[in-house]
Structures are given as structure tokens and as C-alpha cells.
């Protein structure tokens, strides 16, 4: 009976262990994910900006003269 009761023993402490193991990963993978999430949206920003700027110039138009004429 003590046998039974050391091995359950010992199988609890394992799985204590590695459930506060995978915690930890999965508490550093919700970092990452949000730190991504973050420089996404960062990005995103940029591409916008840089759209609007591109139809700016594309408004102007390709064949219009320039200012000078």
C-alpha cells in the first residue's frame, strides 16, 4: 500500500511539474502573441499611410505637365 501511495505520489509532483512548465510557456507565448499583434498593427499604420501618400501622387495624375510649364 505505502508502494502505491509513493508512486502516486511521485506521479502528482510530476504532473505538478510539468503543468507549471507548460504554464510558463503558454504565459510566453501570450506575450509574443500580443508583442505581434502590436508591431501588426504598427505595420499596418505604415502601409496605410504610404497608401494614402501613393494616391495622393496618383491623383496628380502621370501626364499632367509639371508646375513650371
Avoid: C, W
Avoid at 505595420?43 to 496628380?60: P, T
Amino acid at each position: 500500500m505505502d508502494e502505491l501511495v509513493n508512486e502516486l505520489q511521485s506521479k502528482l509532483a510530476f504532473q505538478e511539474d510539468a503543468l507549471t512548465s507548460l504554464n510558463d510557456v503558454v504565459i510566453g507565448l501570450q506575450r509574443d502573441l500580443t508583442e505581434l499583434r502590436q508591431l501588426m498593427m504598427a505595420i499596418n499604420q505604415r502601409v496605410s499611410a504610404q497608401d494614402e501618400i501613393i494616391n495622393a501622387h496618383a491623383s496628380i495624375g502621370v501626364d499632367a505637365r509639371p508646375p513650371h510649364y
